[in-house]
């Protein structure tokens, strides 16, 4: 069935540092994919998307390319900073969302 | 951006009650909602989607009779869990479509429900 799996936290950075957040897929067509980010105490939010194959979605400095070969789309941002700590969710939208477990991320000053 | 409202951010409940939660779109209007529900270090489960006006379609494994949906408006969606116990203490979070919009999800901030 379309699933999703990405990779378990929680993950500590120092501000600054490299940050990449692996998601996986698994779907029976072709579904559009999503990154969506949790704020303490907020609802989640769209961060970035992309509906076909080798689109990248970018927003905020985070990255995330659409590889149908690798059936991958892992968040990517070259410079993290303290704001950026929350959970991040990998999705894909295929008659229905579905979503990975989350990630979550604490950047350290 | 779109913002959509759920209330209560927490409740307590004992066994046996009932519990409502609303979902609301504050400035758009909402073609179908969608409810959650989060276990913890696992991903966010469909429970049933529901449009407005007619009955909520559940996905399979969710008790339509335990977990009452009610999409009364282009603005509002309620999840009422039924005589509640512990083991639906989780986080319920609704999502809402906007009409007319380009199939993103507008979430709420989620509802933590703990049942005594």
């Known amino acids: 069935g379309d699933s999703v799996t990405q990779m378990e936290g929680p993950v500590t950075l120092s501000e600054e540092a490299f940050l990449t957040i692996n998601c996986t897929y698994t779907?029976?067509?072709?579904?559009?994919l999503f990154w969506y980010v949790q704020y303490p105490g907020e609802g989640l939010q769209l961060l970035l998307k992309?509906?076909?194959?080798?689109d990248k979605g970018s927003n905020k400095g985070f990255e995330a390319t659409y590889r149908k070969e690798t059936t991958s789309f892992h968040l990517e941002k070259g410079s993290v900073q303290v704001s950026d700590s929350a959970v991040y969710f990998c999705?894909?939208?295929?008659?229905?969302?579905?979503f990975g477990t989350g990630t979550s991320l604490t950047v350290i000053p | 951006g779109a913002v959509v409202s759920q209330h209560p951010s927490r409740v307590i409940c004992k066994s046996g009650t009932s519990v409502k939660i609303e979902c609301r779109s504050l400035?758009?209007?909402?073609?179908?909602m969608f409810w959650y529900r989060q276990f913890p270090k696992k991903s966010l489960m469909l429970m049933a989607t529901?449009?407005?006006?007619?009955?909520?379609?559940?996905e399979q494994g969710v008790e339509k009779d335990k977990f009452l949906i009610n999409h009364a408006s282009l603005t509002l969606s309620t999840l009422t869990v039924t005589s509640a116990h512990p083991e639906d203490s989780s986080f319920y979070i609704c999502?809402?479509?906007?009409?007319?919009?380009?199939?993103?999800?507008?979430f709420g901030e989620g509802s933590r429900l703990t049942v005594l």
């Open positions: 999705a894909l939208l295929i008659n229905q969302f579905y």
């Open positions: 999502s809402a479509d906007m009409r007319g919009g380009s199939g993103e999800l507008f």
């Open positions: 992309a509906t076909k194959a080798d």
């Open positions: 400035d758009f209007q909402a073609t179908t």
């Open positions: 779907a029976t067509g072709y579904p559009s």
């Open positions: 529901s449009n407005e006006g007619s009955k909520a379609t559940y």
